[in-house]
């Protein structure tokens, strides 16, 4: 599994590509913007989209979504409660902060510790309401991976004053759900650089 890093979009939000090396097929997690970029870089590394993964639905992680389907027919997943902030172009912010109004319907709704398969690669769902009421991360166990989103980040997590937000929500869902990782599970945030839940766990200032 290999794993490339696009950051697109007014707030630099981190776009991963999730590669199955021996096929050449990805699974995308968050599509900010700019899906002329990532369909660039899909055809110049010969790789199949098979999924779009959103760790929530703000309008910084998913107006790339809808010309992707579009383009690669691909099907995209979300939890089960993320399905109406995501079709809100108010509650999701695309238009009051990015001014394009954005309405993404999930193909796929996921629920809390439900494990899924896409480009032959398995990752579990881990529900982290805070950020937004649906927010969730999507982990891989085998190579110890997790994506987070905007629920954690290096020495931060994600800010709560949104509609919908609550910190002592995020709080508890980075350490009940998040912190019981194993310390050398290596973090991709939706913003900035990695971290590790070894790291945060000791040295997070929000979480203390």
Do not use: W
């Amino acid at each position: 599994m290999k794993i490339e890093t696009m950051v697109l979009g007014q707030v630099r939000t981190n776009c991963y590509l999730v590669i199955q090396e021996e096929t050449r097929e990805a699974v995308l997690v968050d599509a900010a913007d700019r899906a002329d970029i990532i369909s660039r870089k899909l055809v110049d590394e010969d790789l199949t989209l098979k999924a779009v993964f959103l760790t929530h639905g703000h309008g910084d992680h998913i107006l790339a979504v809808e010309k992707l389907k579009q383009d690669f027919g691909v099907k995209v997943y979300a939890a089960e409660t993320e399905a109406d902030l995501l079709l809100d172009p108010r509650k999701n912010l695309s238009e009051d902060l990015f001014g394009i109004p954005a309405a993404v319907k999930a193909d796929v709704l996921l629920g809390d510790g439900q494990e899924i398969e896409a480009a032959g690669i398995t990752f579990q769902v881990i529900h982290t309401p805070g950020h937004t009421p649906g927010g969730c991360c999507y982990y891989q166990a085998q190579e110890k991976v997790l994506f987070s989103g905007d629920t954690l980040f290096h020495g931060s997590v994600g800010r709560t004053d949104f509609p919908g937000g609550s910190m002592s929500q995020l709080v508890r869902s980075v350490r009940e759900k998040l912190l019981v990782l194993p310390k050398d599970v290596t973090v991709y945030p939706g913003h900035e650089g990695m971290t590790a839940i070894g790291f945060e766990k000791k040295h997070n200032p929000f979480l203390g």
